[in-house]
């Protein structure tokens, strides 16, 4: 059976490549295996027949062979490790490179999506301008964190890895907000991802999907 995922039948980000789906593309781009993608409507996410699938009413998913999972880190998790490309070997720097997984979901992603919530979603709130900096901030010790891990090294770990792939596409969510350009190396890093051939093909997908 193939493999089917879903992804915004309309993406609010208009094909920038930040919806959630781009990272499932990705994954599945790296790993050379064949996808088909089912548009979901706003309203037919929030339908029985979706909500079977993914509970909180999102995308993306990912069904195969009678397999359905959500969240896009178990998916791409799921995907590295039914195929080779996105985990070492080795034991430990299998270990390591899903450790880089959970770092960006769990500690980086976090106060990146509260920027976004901040600005796009309670930006008329009376609290809103006083907590911008607070934000920001709380993501500048982040990236310094990131940035001093980082060092001189093309990845984190290594090789390219799902641990790269999944703090890229988290990463990039900072793009609109400059924050990103204040850490050179990490611009860098980001820019890395992108030019990957893989990610490449994800992209444009994505914005061919967004453009329908």
Do not use: C, N
């Amino acid at each position: 059976m193939s493999i089917t995922i879903t992804a915004f039948e309309r993406s609010p980000d208009g094909g920038k490549g930040l919806a959630r789906d781009t990272r499932v593309r990705w994954a599945l781009e790296e790993v050379g295996q064949p996808y088909e993608v089912r548009p979901v409507s706003f309203q037919a996410m929030k339908e029985p027949a979706h909500m079977a699938v993914h509970p909180f009413g999102q995308i993306p998913t990912y069904e195969e062979s009678g397999l359905a999972l959500f969240e896009s880190g178990a998916i791409v998790l799921h995907i590295a490790g039914q195929h080779e490309g996105l985990l070492p070997a080795g034991v430990d720097a299998r270990a390591r490179a899903i450790g880089w997984m959970f770092a960006a979901l769990s500690t980086v992603e976090p106060p990146i999506l509260e920027l976004v919530v901040a600005k796009f979603i309670e930006g008329d709130k009376p609290w809103t301008q006083a907590r911008l900096p607070l934000i920001a901030d709380r993501i500048r010790t982040r990236l310094r964190q990131l940035s001093a891990r980082l060092g001189d090294a093309d990845w984190l770990d290594g090789a390219f890895s799902a641990g790269d792939l999944m703090m890229v596409s988290v990463l990039l969510r900072l793009r609109p907000s400059g924050l990103l350009d204040e850490f050179p190396s990490l611009a860098a890093y980001v820019a890395r991802g992108e030019a990957r051939p893989a990610y490449q093909r994800a992209y444009a997908a994505q914005a061919a999907a967004a453009r329908r």
